[in-house]
């Protein structure tokens, strides 16, 4: 099986003030005379290395499952830094999703054979980063058309930005929720109910008129889960 190569770029944010370092997979099928669809993942170091999302490409790929896709991971520097820049009430979040939308995607579409087009780029991510990714769906729909929510991290913020987005035509939504996540042991040492305000999600996106794909698995808050999760999110998002 080819495999794809990952290039680890630096690049300077003006929105965020910083360096982001970005892990992008370019597949063994690369051309410029092709385009390619865009899927950014944060958590970005844990969908390549715990999710094995590269390798997973590489066989879908091969097995022409998907259509060309270029994955752009967004690792996170620390716990704190996650908590920032992922979640409604996090002081870098406006500034990460302008990130993403207004700085990360330009760059993208300017050193790969892109489509530009916002049916072709996708979001990722596993609890917090799913929120962020759901988040940047909501606030850029010509941008992002796609989100894929793993398990994300739901409050009061998040249901209110929901209530008030009026994107329901531009954005489908895959989301999946473990039955066991009734109590998570967040980063900061708390037992969260993941599942009641998931079920509130779904709940809320499909009475807002969202294309959604929902399920609830019997897995918990872990890779263990997301992981098998990936191929079927792939396929469903960019066969």
């Not at 390619?36 to 066989?59: E, V």
């Not at 996090?90 to 489509?115: C, I, K, M």
């Amino acid at each position: 099986m080819d495999r794809g190569t990952i290039k680890e770029v630096s690049f300077l944010s003006s929105s965020l003030n910083e360096e982001v370092e970005l892990l992008i997979y370019v597949p063994a099928n690369y051309t410029p005379l092709n385009k390619y669809n865009i899927l950014i993942a944060s958590d970005g170091k844990d969908y390549f290395q715990l999710g094995g999302i590269t390798r997973l490409a590489d066989q879908l790929l091969e097995d022409y499952e998907i259509e060309n896709l270029i994955i752009v991971g967004i690792p996170y520097k620390s716990v704190e830094d996650r908590r920032k820049k992922y979640i409604p009430t996090g002081e870098s979040n406006e500034a990460y999703l302008r990130f993403l939308a207004h700085e990360l995607v330009p760059y993208l579409d300017q050193e790969f054979s892109t489509y530009q087009l916002g049916s072709t780029r996708g979001v990722i991510g596993d609890s917090m980063a799913a929120t962020v990714s759901l988040l940047a769906a909501l606030k850029y729909p010509t941008i992002f058309s796609k989100a894929i929510l793993q398990s994300p991290y739901v409050d009061e913020h998040v249901l209110k930005i929901v209530e008030e987005s009026n994107n329901m035509d531009a954005v489908s939504i895959y989301h999946v929720i473990g039955k066991g996540e009734d109590k998570v042991l967040t980063t900061d040492k708390k037992i969260k109910d993941f599942l009641k305000p998931n079920r509130q999600l779904h709940k809320l996106l499909t009475s807002k008129g969202y294309k959604t794909f929902y399920e609830e698995t019997n897995g918990n808050h872990t890779w263990k889960y997301w992981k098998p999760d990936l191929k079927r999110a792939l396929i469903q998002n960019f066969s």
